[in-house]
Structures are given as C-alpha cells and as structure tokens.
C-alpha cells in the first residue's frame, strides 16, 4: 500500500508538472489579465456603488489642478483627444480592417471582438452605475456623459492589449509595448489633469478592458478542450 501511494503521488507530481510547463503562461496571463483586474475592478465598484468617496481620487485632483499651466494643457489636451474619437477609435477601425483584407480572419474577429465589446461594455457600465463627473473646478474640456469607468481609459488600453498580443509572437512586441507604456497612462493621466474624471474612472477603465480584452484572446485562441473522454466514442488526448 504505501508504495502504491507512492506512485500515485509520484504520478501526480508528474502530471501536475508537466500541465504547469505547458500551461503555466496561460494561468499566469489568466491571473495577471483576469482574476486581479477583475478584484479591482469590483472593489472600485463597490465604493461607487455605496456612493462612498475613494480617499484617493479627490487629492490626486487638486494636485492636478495646481500643476496646471499652458503648456500642460497643450499636452494633455492632445492625448485626450488621440485617446478616444480621434485616434483610438479610427485606429481600431483601421486595425480590422487591415486584418480582413490580409484574410486573417482569427486575429481581425479577436481586434473586432476586443475593441467593440470593450465600447460596447464600456457604455453599459457608464449608465448602471451613474456616476457623475468631478466638479472640483471648470474643466478646459468638460464632458457631458457618466464618468465611471473612463471611457479613455478603456478604450486606450483595449487597443494596447490588442495591439500587444498581436504583436507578441513578432521582434516588433519591444516596440509595441514602448509605445503603448507611453501612451495609455498619458491618456489615463490627460482624464485627471482636465478635470473630467476621478483617478478611480482610469483604474476601473483599465481593469475592465483587461479582463475584457485577455478573456477574448484565450476564447479564440486558446479555447478549453474537453479532454480524452470529453465528447462520446473520442479518445484524442
């Protein structure tokens, strides 16, 4: 008896090692993308849903505000506006596009899927929670929309993930990553400084498009398989 518990554990150690070499990226991108997005997300909720003040967004504000200066405005009017209408979106249309016509047609689904749906969700959640705007001072560019979560935020990381993970298996991902380690926290910080939404919006938007975006990538790329007894008269392991 002991030996063949022995063995029994020894076989198990063995499978479970050798699921985690093969699979330990994705559960490691499941966790990162997925699980830890989505429990901050739902704390952030659950404040703003209680209509309780987030002890971090209001002194973030005023710093913000007594930073500002014309040439702050300049640059942070710029990547409000390329964060959304006037670069994302066109972006993320031009990205599908470009994909259908080099018929892959997997990675212009997953850029459709991720970019849409993130708008898409991102609408929705706007009008469930209802959350006002910061009213702290008047804003160089106000907003007459719900504020939580951004909708810049959101949007600016959709296309950065997308454009990541597509860009990953080539030598441009260093690039990718560069660009976009710039651009969604200017975008992020943009929202702040003019006033039009809470540091709480940003985080909330972010975490909502990784959760978003990573959940469609594993769906269409990496989908579960029911395994050898999965399905009637299949033996495929």
Known sequence: MPSDGGEVIAEGSRETGGLLRRHGWKLLLLFAGVLLPMWAFMELADEVHEAEAIPFDEPILLFAQAAAHDGF???????????????????????????????????????????????????????????????LWDSIAPEPTYSF???????????????????????????????????VPMVGLSRVYLGVHYPSDILAGWAAASIWVIGVYLLLYHPPRLGRFGRAGSTRP
């Not at 596009?97 to 991720?114: E, N, P, T, Y």
């Not at 949007?155 to 441009?172: D, K, Q």
């Open 149 to 183: 979560p951004s909708g810049h935020a959101m949007g600016s990381m959709t296309l950065a993930l997308v454009l990541v993970l597509l860009a990953w298996p080539t030598r441009a991902r260093w690039w990718v990553i560069a660009a976009m380690a710039v651009f």
């Open 73 to 135: 405005d300049r640059v942070f009017l710029f990547f409000s506006e390329i964060g959304y209408a006037k670069g994302v979106v066109p972006v993320d249309i031009g990205l599908v596009l470009v994909l259908l016509a080099l018929r892959r047609w997997r990675d212009g689904l997953f850029a459709a899927l991720a970019t849409g749906g993130s708008a898409l969700l991102n609408l929705g959640t706007k009008q469930l929670f209802a959350r006002d705007r910061p009213s």
